[in-house]
Nanobody
Framework: QRQLVESGGGLMQAGESLRLACTSSGRTFADDAMGWFQQAPGKEREFVAGINWNGEFTYYRDSAEGRFIISRDNAKNIVYLQMNSLKPDDTGVYYC????????????????WGQGTQVTVSS
């Protein structure tokens, strides 16, 4: 079973940058689409960014477009989320997820998840 592990979260100031990482403690996810989701306090988990299996296609939710960058290094079995110009609304637990069916913007498109890493942005 593929188990994802996120890292890189922390307490940040608005305007700063942060890079999250997602690795696998099990088998490689080089053939899978990957995504990042945010669960803000008191809210449902929401899509942030997605990337196809080879990294050639990326897509973002509107509030992340132009500020966040998702990337992957399949040789190292790692996926990143570079978060720039952080805002207080970016606060939440960030989850990495893998999809064996091409990914997408919906939670139901993903087959396995990590435990999340907390990002807190103060104004």
């Amino acid at each position: 079973q593929r188990q994802l592990v996120e890292s890189g979260g922390g307490l940040m100031q608005a305007g700063e940058s942060l890079r999250l990482a997602c690795t696998s403690s099990g088998r490689t996810f080089a053939d899978d689409a990957m995504g990042w989701f945010q669960q803000a306090p008191g809210k449902e988990r929401e899509f942030v960014a997605g990337i196809n299996w080879n990294g050639e296609f990326t897509y973002y939710r509107d509030s992340a477009e132009g500020r966040f960058i998702i990337s992957r290094d399949n040789a190292k079995n790692i996926v990143y989320l570079q978060m720039n110009s952080l805002k207080p609304d970016d606060t939440g637990v960030y989850y990495c997820a893998g999809s064996r069916s091409g990914g997408g913007r919906y939670i139901s498109s993903y087959d396995y998840w990590g435990q999340g890493t907390q990002v807190t942005v103060s104004s």
